[in-house]
Nanobody, 125 residues
Framework: VQLQASGGGLVQTGGSLRLSCAVS????????IAWFRQAPGKEREGVSC???????YYGDSVQGRFSISSDDAKNTVYLQMNSLKPEDTAVYYC????????????????????WGQGTQVTVSS
């Protein structure tokens, strides 16, 4: 599985960005795709996750502001980020799980095994 994240950038507080994760190489029908983020000096944080059947999960800090979706025809998972805050500044990564655990478990536990490179999101105050 290969994952390619894009769409990061610099935005002002209150603004919006949409991140894209292009996914290739999935071989199982059941899978989960998630977004994580990591800010300097902080632990990695689960942001949002979506399973093959459309179930979605969100971290407490982004609930109500971020929205995850998938376009199966484009093999892409999106993260729409609205009402951005300076504390959302981080490198955002997408990750996939299709073999080692059921998709819902992977999402609930924020435990996915395959990672792509990150994209930087900076929110200015």
């Amino acid at each position: 599985v290969q994952l390619q994240a894009s769409g990061g950038g610099l935005v002002q507080t209150g603004g919006s960005l949409r991140l894209s994760c292009a996914v290739s190489g999935l071989t199982h029908f059941d899978y989960a795709i998630a977004w994580f983020r990591q800010a300097p000096g902080k632990e990695r944080e689960g942001v949002s996750c979506i399973t093959h059947d459309g179930a979605t999960y969100y971290g407490d800090s982004v609930q109500g502001r971020f929205s995850i979706s998938s376009d199966d025809a484009k093999n892409t998972v999106y993260l729409q980020m609205n009402s951005l805050k300076p504390e959302d500044t981080a490198v955002y990564y997408c990750a996939a799980e299709e073999e080692d655990r059921p998709p819902a478990v992977a999402c609930r536990e924020w435990n996915l095994g395959v990672w792509g490179q990150g994209t930087q999101v900076t929110v200015s105050s």
